[in-house]
Protein backbone atom coordinates (compact mmCIF):
# COMPACT_ATOMS: atom_id res chain seq x y z
CA UNK A 1 0.00 0.00 0.00
CA UNK A 2 1.32 3.25 -0.86
CA UNK A 3 1.80 6.00 1.50
CA UNK A 4 -0.69 8.43 0.29
CA UNK A 5 -3.41 5.61 0.74
CA UNK A 6 -1.99 4.33 3.81
CA UNK A 7 -2.67 8.13 5.41
CA UNK A 8 -6.36 7.59 4.63
CA UNK A 9 -6.93 4.08 5.57
CA UNK A 10 -4.66 2.12 7.72
CA UNK A 11 -5.50 1.19 11.19
CA UNK A 12 -9.31 2.24 10.35
CA UNK A 13 -12.02 0.23 10.05
CA UNK A 14 -15.97 1.64 9.43
CA UNK A 15 -17.71 1.37 12.70
CA UNK A 16 -19.15 -2.19 13.57
CA UNK A 17 -22.11 -0.67 14.91
CA UNK A 18 -23.46 1.73 13.40
CA UNK A 19 -21.16 1.88 9.64
CA UNK A 20 -19.87 5.45 10.29
CA UNK A 21 -16.65 6.35 7.95
CA UNK A 22 -14.77 7.97 10.87
CA UNK A 23 -13.41 6.69 14.03
CA UNK A 24 -15.87 7.34 17.02
CA UNK A 25 -14.81 9.32 19.77
CA UNK A 26 -15.31 6.52 22.00
CA UNK A 27 -15.23 9.63 25.63
CA UNK A 28 -15.52 6.33 28.39
CA UNK A 29 -13.51 5.60 30.84
CA UNK A 30 -14.46 1.97 31.53
CA UNK A 31 -16.40 -0.71 30.00
CA UNK A 32 -18.99 -3.28 31.01
CA UNK A 33 -17.92 -7.00 31.41
CA UNK A 34 -20.61 -9.99 31.29
CA UNK A 35 -18.53 -11.93 33.84
CA UNK A 36 -15.49 -10.62 35.56
CA UNK A 37 -12.57 -10.94 32.77
CA UNK A 38 -15.19 -11.82 30.05
CA UNK A 39 -14.59 -8.57 27.90
CA UNK A 40 -14.53 -7.50 24.53
CA UNK A 41 -10.80 -6.23 24.73
CA UNK A 42 -11.66 -2.89 26.68
CA UNK A 43 -11.35 -3.13 30.53
CA UNK A 44 -10.67 1.01 31.22
CA UNK A 45 -9.47 3.37 29.21
CA UNK A 46 -6.26 4.23 30.69
CA UNK A 47 -4.87 0.89 29.16
CA UNK A 48 -6.92 0.74 26.08
CA UNK A 49 -9.75 2.60 24.08
CA UNK A 50 -10.59 1.95 20.60
CA UNK A 51 -10.15 5.32 19.54
CA UNK A 52 -6.41 5.44 20.99
CA UNK A 53 -6.18 1.83 19.26
CA UNK A 54 -6.92 2.73 15.90
CA UNK A 55 -4.53 5.81 15.78
CA UNK A 56 -1.79 3.67 17.05
CA UNK A 57 -2.13 0.99 14.56
CA UNK A 58 -2.87 3.99 11.45
CA UNK A 59 1.14 5.63 13.21
CA UNK A 60 2.96 1.89 13.27
CA UNK A 61 1.05 1.11 9.76
CA UNK A 62 2.90 4.71 8.79
CA UNK A 63 6.50 4.06 10.00
CA UNK A 64 6.44 0.43 9.01
CA UNK A 65 6.14 -0.55 12.36
CA UNK A 66 4.43 -3.32 14.25
CA UNK A 67 3.48 -1.64 17.29
CA UNK A 68 2.24 2.29 17.75
CA UNK A 69 2.10 3.26 21.53
CA UNK A 70 0.29 6.85 22.14
CA UNK A 71 1.12 9.23 24.83
CA UNK A 72 -0.46 12.55 26.71
CA UNK A 73 2.20 14.61 24.93
CA UNK A 74 5.87 14.10 23.50
CA UNK A 75 7.44 14.23 26.55
CA UNK A 76 5.75 11.55 28.24
CA UNK A 77 6.84 9.55 25.49
CA UNK A 78 10.07 10.68 25.93
CA UNK A 79 10.10 9.97 29.70
CA UNK A 80 8.95 6.43 29.10
CA UNK A 81 11.59 5.63 26.53
CA UNK A 82 14.49 6.53 29.12
CA UNK A 83 12.43 4.70 31.63
CA UNK A 84 13.94 1.39 29.72
CA UNK A 85 16.81 2.50 31.43
CA UNK A 86 18.63 1.89 35.12
CA UNK A 87 21.05 3.53 36.92
CA UNK A 88 24.44 3.22 35.72
CA UNK A 89 23.32 3.45 32.11
CA UNK A 90 24.54 5.74 29.34
CA UNK A 91 22.90 7.80 27.06
CA UNK A 92 24.85 9.30 24.27
CA UNK A 93 22.90 12.32 22.22
CA UNK A 94 23.16 15.28 20.34
CA UNK A 95 24.29 18.69 21.49
CA UNK A 96 21.51 20.08 19.19
CA UNK A 97 18.76 19.18 21.13
CA UNK A 98 14.76 19.97 21.63
CA UNK A 99 14.98 21.96 24.51
CA UNK A 100 12.30 19.97 26.69
CA UNK A 101 14.04 16.72 25.94
CA UNK A 102 17.48 17.96 27.79
CA UNK A 103 15.49 19.39 30.15
CA UNK A 104 14.31 15.86 31.20
CA UNK A 105 17.55 14.82 30.64
CA UNK A 106 19.91 16.36 32.75
CA UNK A 107 17.16 17.82 35.17
CA UNK A 108 15.05 14.47 35.85
CA UNK A 109 16.62 11.50 35.30
CA UNK A 110 20.65 12.44 35.95
CA UNK A 111 19.20 12.60 39.25
CA UNK A 112 18.38 8.58 39.34
CA UNK A 113 22.29 7.71 37.97
CA UNK A 114 21.42 7.80 34.23
CA UNK A 115 24.24 9.51 32.26
CA UNK A 116 24.12 11.80 29.44
CA UNK A 117 26.78 12.34 27.05
CA UNK A 118 26.19 15.05 24.19
CA UNK A 119 28.57 15.87 21.05
CA UNK A 120 28.17 15.36 17.52
CA UNK A 121 26.61 13.40 16.39
CA UNK A 122 27.72 14.13 12.49
CA UNK A 123 31.03 12.99 13.49
CA UNK A 124 30.83 9.24 13.21
CA UNK A 125 34.62 8.93 14.98
CA UNK A 126 33.36 11.26 18.13
CA UNK A 127 29.99 9.05 18.40
CA UNK A 128 32.29 5.81 18.45
CA UNK A 129 34.94 7.43 21.09
CA UNK A 130 32.42 8.39 23.30
CA UNK A 131 30.91 4.87 23.93
CA UNK A 132 31.48 3.01 26.69
CA UNK A 133 30.75 -0.82 28.11
CA UNK A 134 27.83 1.25 30.07
CA UNK A 135 26.46 2.87 26.89
CA UNK A 136 22.77 1.19 26.31
CA UNK A 137 21.00 4.09 23.98
CA UNK A 138 21.92 6.55 21.65
CA UNK A 139 19.27 9.45 21.10
CA UNK A 140 18.80 10.83 17.49
CA UNK A 141 17.20 13.95 15.90
CA UNK A 142 17.19 14.08 12.41
CA UNK A 143 17.11 16.97 11.15
CA UNK A 144 17.99 18.75 14.77
CA UNK A 145 16.12 20.93 16.42
CA UNK A 146 16.74 23.62 15.78
CA UNK A 147 20.07 24.11 13.59
CA UNK A 148 18.76 21.33 11.13
CA UNK A 149 21.66 19.14 11.45
CA UNK A 150 21.44 15.93 9.28
CA UNK A 151 22.52 12.58 11.28
CA UNK A 152 23.39 9.58 9.16
CA UNK A 153 21.01 6.98 10.68
CA UNK A 154 22.44 4.22 9.25
CA UNK A 155 25.76 4.90 10.51
CA UNK A 156 24.26 5.53 14.51
CA UNK A 157 22.29 2.15 13.45
CA UNK A 158 25.53 0.14 13.07
CA UNK A 159 27.28 2.11 15.97
CA UNK A 160 24.63 1.20 18.05
CA UNK A 161 23.93 -2.61 17.23
CA UNK A 162 27.96 -2.39 17.48
CA UNK A 163 27.44 -1.43 21.24
CA UNK A 164 24.38 -3.15 22.29
CA UNK A 165 22.70 -0.08 22.61
CA UNK A 166 19.14 0.99 21.45
CA UNK A 167 18.97 3.53 18.54
CA UNK A 168 16.09 6.43 19.30
CA UNK A 169 15.13 8.56 16.48
CA UNK A 170 13.03 11.56 16.85
CA UNK A 171 10.95 11.59 13.54
CA UNK A 172 9.03 14.40 14.32
CA UNK A 173 10.63 17.12 11.99
CA UNK A 174 10.61 14.62 8.83
CA UNK A 175 7.61 12.45 9.67
CA UNK A 176 7.63 9.46 8.05
CA UNK A 177 5.94 10.82 4.79
CA UNK A 178 9.95 12.00 4.43
CA UNK A 179 11.57 9.33 6.43
CA UNK A 180 11.29 5.59 7.78
CA UNK A 181 13.89 5.51 10.31
CA UNK A 182 12.78 1.81 11.48
CA UNK A 183 13.62 0.69 8.14
CA UNK A 184 17.21 1.92 8.73
CA UNK A 185 18.17 0.82 11.99
CA UNK A 186 16.34 2.55 14.73
CA UNK A 187 15.01 0.32 17.38
CA UNK A 188 12.56 3.21 18.57
CA UNK A 189 10.87 5.88 16.27
CA UNK A 190 9.46 9.27 18.32
CA UNK A 191 6.90 12.10 17.38
CA UNK A 192 5.48 14.86 18.91
CA UNK A 193 2.44 14.61 16.82
CA UNK A 194 1.35 18.15 18.40
CA UNK A 195 3.98 18.68 15.03
CA UNK A 196 3.42 17.71 11.98
CA UNK A 197 1.39 14.67 12.39
CA UNK A 198 -1.49 16.47 13.79
CA UNK A 199 -0.86 19.65 11.67
CA UNK A 200 -3.76 21.84 12.75
CA UNK A 201 -1.79 23.28 16.06
CA UNK A 202 -5.14 21.58 18.07
CA UNK A 203 -3.46 19.16 20.19
CA UNK A 204 -1.04 18.20 22.10
CA UNK A 205 -0.09 13.83 22.14
CA UNK A 206 3.12 12.00 21.36
CA UNK A 207 3.54 8.13 20.15
CA UNK A 208 6.74 5.54 20.23
CA UNK A 209 6.62 3.10 17.57
CA UNK A 210 8.55 -0.24 17.16
CA UNK A 211 8.92 -3.25 15.57
CA UNK A 212 10.43 -5.74 18.11
CA UNK A 213 7.75 -7.72 20.25
CA UNK A 214 9.69 -7.61 23.84
CA UNK A 215 10.62 -3.65 23.31
CA UNK A 216 6.75 -3.12 22.40
CA UNK A 217 5.19 -4.93 25.69
CA UNK A 218 7.80 -2.85 27.98
CA UNK A 219 6.76 0.51 26.32
CA UNK A 220 2.70 -0.69 26.71
CA UNK A 221 3.14 -1.77 30.23
CA UNK A 222 5.19 1.68 30.83
CA UNK A 223 2.00 3.21 29.22
CA UNK A 224 -0.81 1.99 30.93
CA UNK A 225 1.41 1.79 34.30
CA UNK A 226 2.79 5.28 34.46
CA UNK A 227 -0.58 6.67 33.08
CA UNK A 228 0.56 9.51 30.21
CA UNK A 229 -2.17 8.35 27.87
CA UNK A 230 -4.19 10.74 25.83
CA UNK A 231 -7.99 10.95 25.65
CA UNK A 232 -9.91 9.85 22.89
CA UNK A 233 -10.92 13.41 21.39
CA UNK A 234 -7.19 14.24 20.97
CA UNK A 235 -6.68 10.76 19.37
CA UNK A 236 -9.76 11.72 16.57
CA UNK A 237 -8.13 14.91 16.15
CA UNK A 238 -4.79 13.40 15.17
CA UNK A 239 -6.26 10.55 13.04
CA UNK A 240 -8.15 13.26 11.25
CA UNK A 241 -4.70 15.54 10.40
CA UNK A 242 -3.07 12.19 9.00
CA UNK A 243 -5.68 11.35 6.77
CA UNK A 244 -3.78 14.67 4.79
CA UNK A 245 -0.42 14.56 5.78
CA UNK A 246 0.94 13.31 2.81
CA UNK A 247 -0.54 16.46 1.05
CA UNK A 248 0.66 18.88 3.66
CA UNK A 249 4.22 17.97 3.87
CA UNK A 250 4.49 18.20 0.04
CA UNK A 251 3.32 21.73 0.21
CA UNK A 252 5.25 22.28 3.20
CA UNK A 253 8.47 20.99 1.33
CA UNK A 254 7.76 23.21 -1.53
CA UNK A 255 7.31 26.67 0.43
CA UNK A 256 10.32 25.69 2.67
CA UNK A 257 12.61 25.64 -0.53
CA UNK A 258 11.39 28.40 -1.76
CA UNK A 259 11.77 30.63 1.21
CA UNK A 260 15.04 28.98 2.26
CA UNK A 261 16.48 30.14 -1.41
CA UNK A 262 15.02 33.44 -1.29
CA UNK A 263 16.71 33.86 1.79
CA UNK A 264 20.16 32.63 0.76
CA UNK A 265 20.13 35.70 -1.10
CA UNK A 266 18.69 38.24 1.01
CA UNK A 267 21.15 41.57 1.61
CA UNK A 268 20.20 41.21 5.23
CA UNK A 269 20.63 37.33 6.51
CA UNK A 270 23.77 36.14 6.93
CA UNK A 271 23.51 32.09 7.26
CA UNK A 272 20.74 29.90 6.22
CA UNK A 273 20.10 26.49 7.52
CA UNK A 274 18.08 24.46 5.70
CA UNK A 275 18.81 21.24 4.11
CA UNK A 276 17.69 21.39 0.77
CA UNK A 277 20.22 23.79 0.20
CA UNK A 278 23.20 22.48 -1.76
CA UNK A 279 25.65 23.96 0.66
CA UNK A 280 24.08 22.27 3.68
CA UNK A 281 26.53 20.08 5.20
CA UNK A 282 24.55 17.19 5.58
CA UNK A 283 22.65 17.47 2.31
CA UNK A 284 24.05 14.38 0.56
CA UNK A 285 22.81 12.79 3.42
CA UNK A 286 19.51 14.03 3.29
CA UNK A 287 19.31 13.06 -0.09
CA UNK A 288 19.85 9.52 0.98
CA UNK A 289 17.67 8.70 3.77
CA UNK A 290 14.71 11.49 2.92
CA UNK A 291 12.48 11.96 0.38
CA UNK A 292 12.66 15.91 0.60
CA UNK A 293 13.93 18.25 2.88
CA UNK A 294 10.63 18.91 5.26
CA UNK A 295 9.46 22.35 5.99
CA UNK A 296 11.94 24.13 9.11
CA UNK A 297 14.15 26.68 8.12
CA UNK A 298 16.76 28.25 11.04
CA UNK A 299 18.77 31.49 9.74
CA UNK A 300 20.54 34.25 11.06
CA UNK A 301 21.30 37.78 10.07
CA UNK A 302 24.32 40.02 9.62
CA UNK A 303 25.34 41.95 12.07
CA UNK A 304 25.01 39.23 14.87
CA UNK A 305 23.00 42.09 16.98
CA UNK A 306 20.05 40.26 19.11
CA UNK A 307 18.15 43.61 18.56
CA UNK A 308 17.87 42.88 14.70
CA UNK A 309 16.64 39.29 15.83
CA UNK A 310 14.30 41.05 18.07
CA UNK A 311 12.95 43.29 15.71
CA UNK A 312 12.64 40.88 12.89
CA UNK A 313 10.18 38.82 15.04
CA UNK A 314 7.91 41.84 15.98
CA UNK A 315 7.27 42.54 12.31
CA UNK A 316 6.50 39.79 10.71
CA UNK A 317 2.65 39.19 10.79
CA UNK A 318 1.74 35.84 8.19
CA UNK A 319 4.30 34.20 10.51
CA UNK A 320 2.80 34.32 14.27
CA UNK A 321 5.41 34.26 16.62
CA UNK A 322 4.63 30.83 18.79
CA UNK A 323 6.34 27.99 20.09
CA UNK A 324 6.21 25.41 18.20
CA UNK A 325 5.87 24.00 15.01
CA UNK A 326 3.96 21.99 11.91
CA UNK A 327 0.38 23.45 11.84
CA UNK A 328 -1.11 24.74 8.34
CA UNK A 329 -0.14 28.17 9.63
CA UNK A 330 3.33 29.48 9.75
CA UNK A 331 5.58 30.46 12.54
CA UNK A 332 8.74 32.37 13.76
CA UNK A 333 10.45 31.40 17.22
CA UNK A 334 13.45 32.75 18.85
CA UNK A 335 15.00 29.51 20.22
CA UNK A 336 17.35 30.49 22.89
CA UNK A 337 14.46 32.34 24.69
CA UNK A 338 11.85 30.05 23.85
CA UNK A 339 11.88 26.23 23.10
CA UNK A 340 15.97 25.61 24.57
CA UNK A 341 15.73 28.32 26.90
CA UNK A 342 16.13 25.28 28.70
CA UNK A 343 19.63 24.80 28.05
CA UNK A 344 22.58 26.59 28.69
CA UNK A 345 23.99 29.13 26.86
CA UNK A 346 27.09 27.81 26.36
CA UNK A 347 25.83 24.00 25.43
CA UNK A 348 23.46 25.94 23.22
CA UNK A 349 26.54 27.27 21.07
CA UNK A 350 28.31 24.53 20.71
CA UNK A 351 25.86 23.13 18.25
CA UNK A 352 25.43 27.19 16.68
CA UNK A 353 22.12 27.94 18.48
CA UNK A 354 23.28 31.77 18.74
CA UNK A 355 21.11 34.56 20.61
CA UNK A 356 20.50 35.80 16.96
CA UNK A 357 19.28 32.43 15.75
CA UNK A 358 15.76 32.40 14.27
CA UNK A 359 13.12 29.50 13.05
CA UNK A 360 10.79 29.30 11.06
CA UNK A 361 8.13 26.58 10.69
CA UNK A 362 6.74 27.31 7.32
CA UNK A 363 3.33 26.97 6.70
CA UNK A 364 0.90 26.08 3.61
CA UNK A 365 -0.09 29.15 2.48
CA UNK A 366 0.79 31.03 -0.95
CA UNK A 367 4.60 30.91 -1.48
CA UNK A 368 4.57 34.86 -2.57
CA UNK A 369 2.82 35.72 0.68
CA UNK A 370 5.20 34.06 2.90
CA UNK A 371 8.15 35.63 1.01
CA UNK A 372 6.93 39.44 1.08
CA UNK A 373 6.15 38.88 5.28
CA UNK A 374 9.63 38.10 5.59
CA UNK A 375 11.21 40.29 3.71
CA UNK A 376 8.47 42.85 5.17
CA UNK A 377 10.00 41.83 8.62
CA UNK A 378 13.32 41.87 6.80
CA UNK A 379 12.93 45.92 5.68
CA UNK A 380 12.32 46.81 10.11
CA UNK A 381 15.90 46.44 10.62
Given at each position: ?252 CYNAQHLAAFLSNHPKVEKVLYPGLANHPGHQIAK ?22 LTFLSNTHLFSLAESLGGVESLVGHPASMTHASIP ?37
Open positions: MKFGTKVIHAGVQPDPTTGAIMTPIYQTSTYVQAAPGDHKGYEYSRTHNPTRTALQQAIAALENGTHGICFASGMAAVDAVVKLLKPGDEVISTFDLYGGTYRLFTQVFAAYGIKFTFCSLSDIEQVKSKITSATRMIWVETPTNPTLQIIDIAAMASIAKSAGALLVVDNTFATPYLQTPLDIGADIVLHSLTKYMGGHSDVVMGALVVKDQPLAERLIFLQNACGGTPGPQDCFLVLRGIKTLHIRMERHQQMKDFGGMISFTLKGDRIQDAKAEREKSGLTDTLIRLSVGIEDIEDLKEDIDNALKAI
